[in-house]
C-alpha cells in the first residue's frame, strides 16, 4: 500500500506517521507543499491520501476539497474544528473521511481503515448505478428497435425481439448493439426507410 500524507507542518505529520508505524508492506510519502499538490500526488500515484490541514482558513479548504474532486482516492482529511457547511463540503468533494479535531496516533490506522471502506462502498454503488442505467438504456434502444420492425415490417413483438436476436446471433453481437443501429440506420434513412434497417445492422 502506498500512502500520502500531506501536511504542510512536519510536527503534526509525524504524529500520522506514528499512526501507520505498524503497518507492514506499506510505503508512507509525505508531502509538505501545497504547490503542484494534485501534480505530486499523481506522480506517487498513492492507495490512499492523509490530509492534515489543522485550522485552515476557508480559501485553503476549497483547495484541497478541489484536490479531493480530482482525485478519486480514499482520502481521510483532519481539521481542528469546522461548521456544517465544510462538512457538506466535504461529502461532495468526495472526502471518505472527515475529522475534526481527532488527530492522535491512535486513531490514524481506524480512520485511514474506515476511509478505505467508505470509499470502496461508494464505488461499489457508483458501479451498480451505472450498471442499472446502462440496462436500462439499452431496454429502451430494444424497445424501439422492435416498434420499427413492427412498425415498418408488420411483425409482432416476439417476431420483433426474435429478428434482433437472430442478427445479433449470426454476428456475435449484443442485441443492444443491433438495436442501436437499427435505430441509427432508422433514424438517418427516414421514417420511410426502416424496412431494410435491419439487414444495415449487421456492419
Not at 12 to 24: K, P, Y
Not at 173 to 184: P, S
Not at 186 to 201: Q, R, S, Y
Amino acid at each position: 500500500m502506498r500512502i500520502a500524507i500531506v501536511d504542510e507542518s512536519t510536527v503534526r505529520a509525524s504524529i500520522i506517521e506514528d499512526g501507520l508505524a505498524e503497518l507492514v508492506d506499506c510505503e508512507i510519502f509525505v508531502l509538505t507543499e501545497r504547490k503542484a499538490l494534485l501534480a505530486q500526488l499523481a506522480k506517487l500515484e498513492p492507495d490512499v491520501v492523509l490530509i492534515d490541514l489543522g485550522n485552515p482558513s476557508r480559501d485553503v479548504l476549497e483547495e484541497y476539497f478541489a484536490v479531493s474532486r480530482a482525485l478519486s482516492k480514499p482520502i481521510a482529511m483532519f481539521v481542528d474544528e469546522s461548521d456544517d457547511d465544510a462538512i457538506g463540503a466535504s461529502i461532495d468533494a468526495g472526502v471518505s473521511a472527515y475529522v475534526v479535531d481527532g488527530l492522535s496516533a491512535s486513531r490514524i490506522r481506524p480512520l485511514m481503515d474506515l476511509a478505505v471502506r467508505r470509499f470502496n462502498a461508494f464505488a461499489r454503488l457508483e458501479a451498480d448505478l451505472a450498471e442499472a442505467k446502462g440496462k436500462l438504456a439499452d431496454r429502451e434502444m430494444i424497445d424501439r428497435a422492435k416498434r420499427i420492425l413492427m412498425d415498418s415490417r408488420g411483425l409482432s413483438e416476439p417476431e420483433a425481439y426474435g429478428e434482433l436476436r437472430r442478427k445479433a446471433m449470426s454476428s456475435s453481437r449484443k442485441i443492444a448493439q443491433i438495436a442501436e443501429a437499427l435505430v441509427t440506420a432508422h433514424e438517418l434513412m427516414g421514417a420511410g426507410g426502416g424496412g431494410g434497417a435491419v439487414d444495415g445492422a449487421k456492419t
